[in-house]
């Protein structure tokens, strides 16, 4: 009897310990668990933002500070002034009014032209052609003039225009103000020089390029030489 009691419960226990054996052996493996690893700071590259913030609540490159294992946000960096240089002009090169607020060149439209007395003496003659600032601001004339004349029917006349060996000036005009180049002409016939007869003269202002047309009636020699000063302040010679 003890025999066969003692079988029976080896028996049940080898049945128990195969079952268990058969539901482990149909169960899905389970992974070992790891320890979690610890958060890295963020790092921003750019103006990217971490996931966890926005990207429209970023300006610049600051990281915001409620970023999970982010390092302490920085202050915004002022932005620093941009000084403006502007490179020095010289007159010559300035084109209509002046740059903060300074007189600018007469430009043509701005003046009126006239010749004034002519002297004469031995079949010479002498003249001041006169620049009058007729606009309302202050404005200035510089060098010489150019000239062309024209006879009675329209057309040009060879017109050799002679700058004078003076040093030019700035003349500044007030509305209303004045300033004269001298002419000077020859009317004594000679060799083979002729003499040209004119009705009319075209001006162009110095360093323009529209001109003003003018009466003048005079008989130039010289093969038509005009010679010419600088703008001189005044309207006399």
């Not at 419960?9 to 079952?19: F, K």
């Not at 966890?52 to 982010?70: D, F, M, Y």
Request: with cysteine; aromatic share 4%; net charge positive.
């Amino acid at each position: 009897m003890k025999r066969s009691i003692g079988a029976e419960r080896l028996t049940a226990a080898s049945a128990v310990a195969a079952a268990v054996l058969a539901v482990a052996a149909c169960a899905p493996p389970v992974s070992p668990v790891r320890s979690a690893a610890p958060t890295r700071n963020a790092s921003f590259t750019g103006n990217a933002a971490p996931s966890s913030v926005p990207a429209s609540a970023l300006t610049g490159n600051v990281a915001p500070s409620s970023a999970p294992g982010s390092a302490p946000a920085r202050a915004a960096t002022p932005a620093r002034p941009v000084t403006v240089q502007t490179a020095g002009l010289k007159g010559a090169g300035l084109k209509g009014a002046g740059v903060g607020g300074a007189a600018g060149r007469c430009r043509t439209e701005a003046l009126a032209a006239r010749v004034g007395r002519v002297d004469a003496g031995a079949g010479q003659r002498y003249a001041p052609l006169v620049f009058t600032n007729t606009s309302g601001k202050t404005c200035w004339v510089y060098g010489f003039v150019g000239l062309i004349m024209i006879d009675g029917s329209g057309d040009a006349l060879r017109t050799r225009t002679r700058r004078e060996s003076v040093k030019p000036r700035r003349i500044t005009l007030r509305p209303g103000a004045s300033a004269h180049a001298r002419l000077h002409w020859n009317q004594v016939p000679g060799g083979n020089h002729p003499c040209v007869t004119s009705a009319r003269l075209m001006i162009i202002p110095p360093d323009e390029v529209a001109h003003l047309e003018i009466p003048f009636r005079a008989t130039v020699c010289g093969d038509g030489r005009l010679d010419v000063t600088p703008m001189a302040p005044g309207t006399r010679l």
